[in-house]
């Protein structure tokens, strides 16, 4: 029996890479107005941003990506009220495929963010991501600049097939007093996230049975009650230790039972461990020269 070889083709290709950082903008940042000759890559972790691009403006918000094709002068800002968390990578990339990215926000698939994740962590391992220009570490993993590639690469790939993807059908609304219910159930929740509310306490709360409560707000929502009050104690887990709560502080405070259970949770709905997660905060420290110096209006970055 022959073997043949088959060439592997690909379809993207990041040649080098230039920014890898996660920051927090303050309720009134306004970027200066940047322009370079490689894309660059912006998603919003937390709160709603504005993006300025060429001769268009437009909301990025939570849970959005937007892709700057070089040679577009674009700037980014807060809109006053609240903060933001940011994740920005800029890189080399002349692929023809990228071409298929538009300048409109694309929603990041929930399966991509551990990618984004892995992207953070391995640049604090191989980069000084904080420095202008960014600088490699000389104790850097072995093969840490290629998996940087291969995990850039990877989400290119994967929102590339995103865009081309079947749009999932929106589950029908619920008649209007359930679809009440539901939202009084998920004001409940958010009103006692600090709080250990099970599925019983919500039945004698509003005088439904187990089966046709949780049957009314899975419909309403597309989620298991369960699924989102955990996402809601995530969500404020995170805001906690961007407060600068230790692990264990911060499982106190949302009712878990212990640090190692909080723990578990947390990565499983977020890809990445509570002690990682306050590792990629940048900002705390190092960005806030980071931020300083992109608002000096530095316009050359020099490539890795």
Known sequence: MGYVEIPLKSLINVRKVTTILYLSFAPDYRSTLDLHNFWELIYVDRGITRVCAGEREFPLKCGEVVLHRPN???????????????????????????RR????????????????????????????CAALPMTPLPDSPPGGQQMIRILLEMLLIKLLRS??????????????????????????????VY??????????????GKSRLCALFA???????????????????????????????????LGFDTPQYFS?????????????????????????????????????????
Do not use: W
């Open 72 to 98: 577009l002068a674009h700037r980014i800002s807060c809109d006053g009220t609240h903060d933001a968390n940011v994740f920005i990578v800029s890189f080399n990339c002349k692929s023809p495929a990228m």
């Open 101 to 128: 990215f538009g300048d409109d926000p694309i929603t990041l698939p929930p399966a991509l963010r551990p990618l984004i994740t892995s992207i953070i962590e391995e640049g604090t391992r191989v980069f000084d």
């Open 163 to 192: 865009l081309s993807a079947p749009a999932a059908e929106t589950p029908p609304r619920p008649p209007q007093a359930d679809y009440s219910l539901v939202e009084q159930i998920k004001s409940y929740l958010d009103r006692h």
């Open 195 to 208: 709080d250990k509310v099970t599925i019983r306490q919500l039945c004698e709360e509003f005088h439904y």
């Open 219 to 253: 419909a309403g929502t597309g989620k298991t009650i369960i699924t989102y009050f955990t996402e809601k104690k995530i969500e404020a887990a995170r805001e906690l230790m961007r407060q600068g709560k230790t692990i264990r502080e911060t499982a106190a405070l």
């Open 264 to 304: 578990r949770v947390f990565k499983t709905y977020t890809g990445m461990s509570p002690r990682d997660y306050r590792n990629s905060l940048l900002f705390s420290v190092n960005s806030k020269v980071r931020r300083r110096q992109l608002n000096a209006g530095v316009k050359k970055i020099q490539e890795i």
